[in-house]
């Protein structure tokens, strides 16, 4: 008995297995058209289309001409050669499974039809957490966008830096205040769904000061500022030096007395025009 019960739940196990590896998920664009295409070769003498368990499209060959029923008439169209059923200007309320019944026999293959928006009118940023990062953190993480709600399932890739390449990533990414980081000057994200992508603009990387530099780059400033100074200095002093020497042996220089210098000839000093007048 245990036995049977165990082969039971099996064989119950499998069946829902094989009914889900069967049923196909179909997004389509809010707004646009779905396609749904049944896997069916051969003539095809009735076929029914349900939404929901509601009947769409019917079609009986010599008895019922081609009909279009429910929330979706007006919006399908059948072909009857492949059975395949286009409903255009989707909206979002119409999720949900569709089955297709042809021959009178209900093909195992269901769809799932899923709505997607559009990214175009999606706002897609970078968001830096905490909002305090800044060069005195030692990690800090970046979320790409807020919740894209209708616009699922979203994709997502990053870029590192201006020249970087898009790789693939999560929604969320962790950066760590290291040499390596640094080396990059911003942060870019871009989400991608199934009809379309958006990219973010990119974000100044929050390790960097306020100023503009890193950590790195304000220590290079001190230095090169020490240096400019120790040049001036060097500079003034050799000016100074010259000046004094220049002036040291001027002929028309003052003596410590605050008369003029006499000039000397022969170790003794010439006579002034005065003196020779006198003679």
């Known amino acids: 008995m245990a036995v049977m019960v165990k082969v039971g739940v099996l064989v119950l196990i499998l069946t829902v297995l094989l009914v889900a590896a069967q049923e196909q998920t179909k997004y389509f664009e809010i707004g646009g058209k779905l396609v749904l295409r049944p896997e069916f070769s051969g003539p095809i003498n009735s076929i029914t289309w349900k939404h929901k368990g509601n009947l769409v499209a019917e079609w009986i060959k010599d008895k019922v001409s081609l009909e279009y029923l429910g929330d979706l008439k007006g919006r399908s169209e059948l072909d009857l050669t492949t059975g395949t059923l286009t409903v255009s200007n989707m909206l979002k309320a119409h999720d949900g499974k569709f089955t297709v019944e042809i021959n009178d026999k209900v093909l195992p293959g269901s769809f799932n039809a ?11 940023e970078v968001i830096i957490r905490p909002l305090t990062c800044s060069s005195e953190t030692s990690s800090c993480t970046m979320d790409c966008g807020n919740d894209f709600g209708d616009a699922e399932p979203v ?11 898009w790789e693939s990533g999560n929604k969320r990414k962790v950066i760590i205040n290291d040499e390596e980081t640094l080396s990059f000057k911003s942060f870019t994200c871009k989400a991608k769904n199934p009809f379309s992508e ?9 390790f960097f000061s306020k100023s503009g530099g890193s950590n790195t780059a304000v220590v290079v400033g001190v230095v090169v500022a020490i240096v400019l100074i120790a040049v001036v200095v060097a500079a003034g002093w ?14 028309g220089s003052a003596d410590r007395n605050g008369g003029p210098v006499q000039p000397v000839e022969d170790g003794k000093p010439a006579e002034t025009t005065e003196m020779m007048g006198k003679d």
């Open 114 to 124: 899923v709505g997607v928006r559009n990214l175009n009118r999606t706002k897609v």
């Open 155 to 165: 994709q997502y890739f990053w870029k590192n830096g201006e020249a970087g390449k």
């Open 198 to 206: 958006k990219e973010s603009d990119p974000l100044e990387n929050p």
């Open 238 to 251: 050799l000016i100074y030096q010259t000046f004094i020497k220049r002036a040291s042996f001027c002929p």
